[in-house]
């Protein structure tokens, strides 16, 4: 059902990101010349197709590209962007409705119409990349445009979560003329319809951002120009803060280093937190000979102590997490800690036995080296010593960079791995259901058909999303038992500024994106 690797962010990770002001990127890189606000990330694009991209590279498309819908400051349910208005046609919710904004172009002046936004949806359905946005339409039947400014979905079930797929930034429009219907769009351009264009691109080091002249929507950009810069080092990220050469930190900093601001280490900069939906879990391959083994699975689930992780490795930037639906969401529950408890060798040695297990148990883990800040090898390492410390494991580590990591676990390639979610919309249904089915973003089938074929379903029936909260707990506590998916933290949000800069507490949408457009000089306007 689901593919898609827009996995783990953080809360102590950073964007870099560089703004350019008209046509001319800054020699030096220093903000102090008054010029384009510079934000800085580990977090790379992928890719430029939105076709191609569940991961990350949507923190860039929600800035070039447009959706049909989107998320306003403070909006936690989706609003028209490129639409003026949409809307369920039905009272079964099977037929939703979206009416254009009328003059809407893409970046190159081509007409953005309704059989754009059917070729764009249709596009993605039809190319249906590994690792792309097409799990996200399992509930779409089929779409129509039905005049110039009107488009029609009709969906093969009930569900009111649709809404929330056209706003993330997988559904983004392209223009038909430039973006191929049957094949992933080569090059390092970009057309578009969203608040900025893209001026150059250079992969894993920098995106220029400049204001899209052109761009029809509800965001009131407030700067020029933006320039992304990408890190593959969390010290390296932090020491361009210090050293003025960003304007704004999104994603990688380390624990240490958020702490040291925090404590105005650095006197011109502020550091704003926030609460965040992003979480981190362990994925078990059910094809590896001992990962498959569910009595191994609940021995490790024993065994892990979260607190310690979040304490002596995070610093208490992150909170231990017993539930796949993160704190602040409908349906979170503690059904991991119900199941395990507090760590127990004893416990953990209890269910090996009982499945006939009495040799020290040989696991190997995975990790990405540079996507998440130089804290996950420190993580992973102490995942190792608990588990060794039990005498029930012996454990290997290894670790890749992401482009590899995610080859990597595609192919089934890792017995134990580390995985992490960033929200596609803030809805319990983004928790369970993209990491079950034949199809899902696991890289691993996870047959669940109570999940998939009666929870979720009797879930999407129901607009008040408030009243969905039986069903996943249910959904949990199968995956609890099932113990294929290892919940360990939830993030805070963090956001490292310098203090001429306003607009980071309103640039980050639901899903913890960032909307460039919020960030200002504060001597500027």
């Given at each position: 059902?689901?593919?898609?690797?827009?996995?783990?962010?953080?809360?102590?990770?950073?964007?870099?990101?560089?703004?350019?002001?008209?046509?001319?990127?800054?020699?030096?890189?220093?903000?102090?010349?008054k010029g384009p606000i510079i934000v800085g990330t580990t977090s790379a694009p992928s890719?430029?197709?939105?076709?191609?991209?569940?991961?990350?590279?949507?923190?860039?498309?929600?800035?070039?590209?447009?959706?049909?819908?989107?998320?306003?400051?403070?909006?936690?349910?989706?609003?028209?962007?490129?639409?003026?208005?949409?809307?369920?046609?039905?009272?079964?919710?099977?037929?939703?409705?979206?009416?254009?904004?009328?003059?809407l172009t893409f970046s190159d002046g081509h007409k953005l119409d309704a059989r754009a936004?059917?070729?764009?949806?249709?596009?993605?359905?039809?190319?249906?990349?590994?690792?792309?946005?097409?799990?996200?339409?399992?509930?779409?039947?089929?779409?129509?445009?039905?005049?110039?400014?009107?488009?029609?979905?009709?969906?093969?079930?009930?569900?009111?979560?649709?809404?929330?797929?056209?706003?993330?930034?997988?559904?983004?429009?392209?223009?038909?003329?430039?973006?191929?219907?049957?094949?992933?769009?080569?090059?390092?351009?970009?057309?578009?319809?969203?608040?900025?264009?893209?001026?150059?691109?250079?992969?894993?080091?920098?995106?220029?951002?400049?204001?899209?002249?052109?761009?029809?929507?509800?965001?009131?950009?407030?700067?020029?120009?933006?320039?992304?810069?990408?890190?593959?080092?969390?010290?390296?990220?932090?020491?361009?803060?210090?050293?003025?050469?960003?304007?704004?930190?999104?994603?990688?900093?380390?624990?240490?280093?958020?702490?040291?601001?925090?404590?105005?280490?650095?006197?011109?900069?502020?550091?704003?937190?926030?609460?965040?939906?992003?979480?981190?879990?362990?994925?078990?391959?059910?094809?590896?000979?001992?990962?498959?083994?569910?009595?191994?699975?609940?021995?490790?689930?024993?065994?892990?102590?979260?607190?310690?992780?979040?304490?002596?490795?995070?610093?208490?930037?992150?909170?231990?997490?017993?539930?796949?639906?993160?704190?602040?969401?409908?349906?979170?529950?503690?059904?991991?800690?119900?199941?395990?408890?507090?760590?127990?060798?004893?416990?953990?040695?209890?269910?090996?036995?009982?499945?006939?297990?009495?040799?020290?148990?040989?696991?190997?883990?995975?990790?990405?080296?540079?996507?998440?800040?130089?804290?996950?090898?420190?993580?992973?390492?102490?995942?190792?010593?608990?588990?060794?410390?039990?005498?029930?494991?012996?454990?290997?580590?290894?670790?890749?960079?992401?482009?590899?990591?995610?080859?990597?676990?595609?192919?089934?390639?890792?017995?134990?791995?580390?995985?992490?979610?960033?929200?596609?919309?803030?809805?319990?249904?983004?928790?369970?259901?993209?990491?079950?089915?034949?199809?899902?973003?696991?890289?691993?089938?996870?047959?669940?058909?109570?999940?998939?074929?009666?929870?979720?379903?009797?879930?999407?029936?129901?607009?008040?999303?408030?009243?969905?909260?039986?069903?996943?707990?249910?959904?949990?506590?199968?995956?609890?038992?099932?113990?294929?998916?290892?919940?360990?933290?939830?993030?805070?949000?963090?956001?490292?500024?310098?203090?001429?800069?306003?607009?980071?507490?309103?640039?980050?949408?639901?899903?913890?994106?960032?909307?460039?457009?919020?960030?200002?000089?504060?001597?500027?306007?």
């Open positions: 059902m689901f593919n898609r690797k827009r996995c783990l962010r953080p809360v102590v990770a950073v964007a870099s990101i560089s703004l350019v002001a008209g046509c001319s990127v800054l020699s030096d890189g220093n903000p102090d010349d890719t430029l197709d939105p076709a191609a991209s569940w991961d990350q590279s949507w923190e860039l498309f929600r800035n070039i590209y447009q959706t049909l819908l989107n998320y306003p400051v403070g909006a936690t349910t989706p609003q028209p962007d490129a639409a003026k208005s949409c809307r369920f046609t039905d009272s079964s919710n099977t037929v939703y409705s979206c009416e254009l904004r009328s003059g936004v059917k070729y764009s949806i249709d596009r993605i359905r039809k190319i249906n990349v590994n690792g792309g946005p097409a799990g996200l339409l399992g509930s779409l039947d089929s779409v129509r445009a039905v005049s110039d400014r009107e488009v029609v979905f009709n969906l093969n079930k009930p569900d009111a979560t649709f809404p929330f797929v056209l706003a993330t930034p997988g559904m983004s429009i392209v223009d038909p003329e430039e973006y191929p219907d049957n094949a992933v769009r080569k090059g390092d351009s970009i057309v578009g319809s969203g608040p900025y264009d893209l001026q150059n691109y250079e992969q894993g080091k920098q995106a220029v951002l400049v204001a899209n002249k052109r761009y029809k929507g509800f965001a009131d950009r407030r700067n020029d120009a933006v320039t992304i810069r990408y890190f593959q080092d969390s010290h390296a990220l932090a020491a361009d803060l210090r050293d003025k050469k960003l304007d704004l930190s999104f994603r990688g900093l380390a624990a240490d280093d958020v702490i040291s601001f925090q404590r105005n280490d650095s006197k011109d900069m502020d550091v704003t937190e926030g609460a965040s939906n992003e979480i981190e879990y362990l994925v078990f391959n059910p094809k590896d000979p001992w990962a498959g083994k569910l009595a191994v699975r609940k021995a490790v689930a024993q065994l892990i102590n979260r607190s310690a992780i979040a304490h002596d490795v995070y610093k208490d930037t992150v909170e231990p997490l017993y539930s796949m639906v993160p704190a602040g969401l409908t349906g979170h529950n503690t059904a991991y800690f119900d199941d395990f408890g507090d760590p127990s060798a004893a416990k953990a040695r209890k269910f090996l036995t009982d499945a006939g297990i009495t040799q020290k148990v040989p696991l190997a883990l995975w990790y990405t080296t540079d996507r998440y800040g130089s804290a996950t090898a420190k993580e992973f390492q102490e995942i190792k010593r608990q588990l060794e410390a039990s005498g029930l494991f012996t454990i290997t580590l290894h670790g890749r960079p992401w482009n590899t990591y995610v080859e990597g676990y595609e192919k089934g390639e890792y017995p134990v791995f580390g995985r992490g979610w960033s929200p596609d919309f803030p809805d319990p249904d983004n928790f369970v259901a993209p990491f079950v089915g034949k199809q899902n973003a696991l890289g691993t089938p996870y047959p669940s058909p109570e999940i998939t074929d009666k929870l979720l379903p009797q879930s999407r029936r129901e607009s008040d999303r408030a009243n969905v909260v039986k069903e996943f707990g249910q959904a949990q506590r199968i995956l609890a038992g099932d113990a294929r998916l290892l919940p360990l933290w939830q993030s805070k949000q963090y956001l490292a500024s310098r203090d001429d800069i306003s607009g980071a507490e309103q640039s980050l949408d639901p899903s913890s994106i960032m909307m460039m457009w919020e960030l200002y000089r504060k001597t500027s306007w």
